[in-house]
């Protein structure tokens, strides 16, 4: 049986959070940069990443938010497709005490989020059009479906059937990366001390996916880290 036994989400959701706050910051200004770092071993029980804190995490950015501004949201942990509907995605929050997401009861409702859920809160008509959504957890693929109702526009980065990264870049400026297939895990590296998605894009943030050395854009850092997770 699958186990919840990922070990860097924190160290993950932290690292990237530092970096998009540095390189935001340097670009707009601190005071036009707001961020919401949700994890499991935060001692303030509001920042860590329950149902019910990620709900009121997108409601606080729709109430401060316009729609010029950008809005990025990175998931990594655990993410479960149920066996009769591989269509459907569930990202298991602090609540989970396993993976088994089959039986569609009171505890899949307040112990995780769906994929259908995810679409409701983006296309909140108070967030910001340009979006960037990455999904380090396994079974990502899984949310390919309902994910499709953000966008006119999609295409297929990657489809290795033992680690897929999905990419759809969107007329509407959203970009979405998914680190793994419907049955898949996403793979992580006690050398990195990372999730190898969220490496690989840490590391394009040094440099290599940087345009003109100085900028960061979405397509091209994703489209770099792609092969990097393949490898």
Known sequence: AQTLNLRYPETDAQALADAIRLGAESLCGKNKVELITLTSNSPDPAHQPTKANIARAFQ??????????LLFVYLSGH???????PHAYFYLTQEARQVNVDIADKLRETTTVSGAELVQWLTNPNLPDKQVLILDTCAAGAATTQLAALTTRARSAADDLKKAVDTWNLDTGTYILMGSATDRASYESD???HGLLTYALLHGIQGEALVDGTRLEAAHWFDTAIPAVEK
Not at 79 to 85: K, L, S, T, V, W
């Open 60 to 69: 606080d950015i729709a109430a401060k938010s316009t729609r010029n501004d």
């Open 79 to 85: 993410g479960a497709a149920p066996g009769n509907d």
């Open 191 to 193: 050398r990195f001390r």
